[in-house]
């Protein structure tokens, strides 16, 4: 079975084009959610996370506070280091598990979905990356409309911390342009169609 990666820069619309593939029956792994699932779930990453970050980093309730964790690591190179070192390899094992199931299954080919699929190393292991590209203008105009709260320049400085367009285009191994000058739907039509009869050769 085939284990394809989708990325793209925040704004790219890799997450819609992941439910076009969706759509065609292909199982998707939405990393980033499952993340944020596990940080509030996993008993023993719940226990790292308030070792490393203190007992604020859940409140009264025993829920994820996010907004004390992002105000800690987001601006710290080092704490967001640290916090990834103990989110990203309960990803992992938390992918490992899933993508199994989906084998038992005689699923043709499966997609990861993650934005920081070569940052956290997730790309390795998988067949092939999808790149999912759009301007940086378009991007920002993008998440601007979606998240009302977020200033231009905070968005830029998200995407400053990204890895940049030209070398997420020069690592990938297919690119769909979601640039509002071609349309999604053929770009994935035709990936599906050679993902499934790759898995067949």
């Known amino acids: 079975m085939l284990r394809i990666?989708?990325?793209?820069?925040?704004?790219?619309?890799?997450?819609?084009?992941?439910?076009?593939?969706?759509a065609l029956g292909a199982p998707v792994y939405d990393s980033d959610g499952r993340a944020k699932w596990l940080m509030a779930h996993d008993t023993r990453l719940r226990e790292q996370l308030?070792?490393?970050?203190?007992?604020?980093?859940?409140d009264a309730a025993g829920q994820l506070n996010r907004p004390y964790l992002a105000r800690v690591a987001f601006n710290d190179a080092a704490q967001l280091a640290r916090l990834n070192a103990l989110v990203h390899p309960c990803v992992g094992k938390d992918f490992a598990a899933w993508s199994a199931a989906q084998a038992a299954a005689?699923?043709?080919?499966?997609?990861?979905?993650?934005?920081?699929?070569y940052e956290s190393g997730a790309?390795?292991?998988?067949?092939?990356?999808?790149?999912?590209?759009?301007?940086?203008g378009v991007r920002v105009a993008r998440v601007r409309q979606r998240d009302v709260?977020?200033?231009?320049?905070?968005?830029?400085?998200?995407?400053?911390?990204?890895?940049s367009e030209e070398e997420m285009l020069a690592r990938a191994d297919y690119v769909i342009y979601n640039d509002d000058s071609q349309l999604v739907?053929?770009?994935?039509?035709?990936?599906?169609?050679?993902?499934?009869?790759?898995?067949?050769?």
């Not at 043709?108 to 934005?115: F, G, N």
């Not at 709260?149 to 890895?163: D, F, G, T």
């Open 5 to 22: 990666g989708i990325t793209g820069g925040i704004g790219s619309g890799k997450s819609v084009v992941a439910s076009v593939f969706a």
């Open 50 to 58: 308030r070792a490393a970050f203190g007992a604020e980093a859940y």
């Open 106 to 117: 005689s699923r043709p080919y499966l997609l990861k979905e993650a934005a920081l699929l």
């Open 123 to 136: 790309y390795r292991g998988l067949d092939g990356i999808i790149a999912v590209f759009a301007p940086a």
């Open 149 to 163: 709260h977020r200033s231009a320049a905070e968005v830029e400085a998200i995407m400053a911390k990204q890895l």
């Open 185 to 201: 739907l053929p770009q994935v039509l035709a990936l599906d169609k050679q993902f499934r009869r790759k898995n067949l050769e």
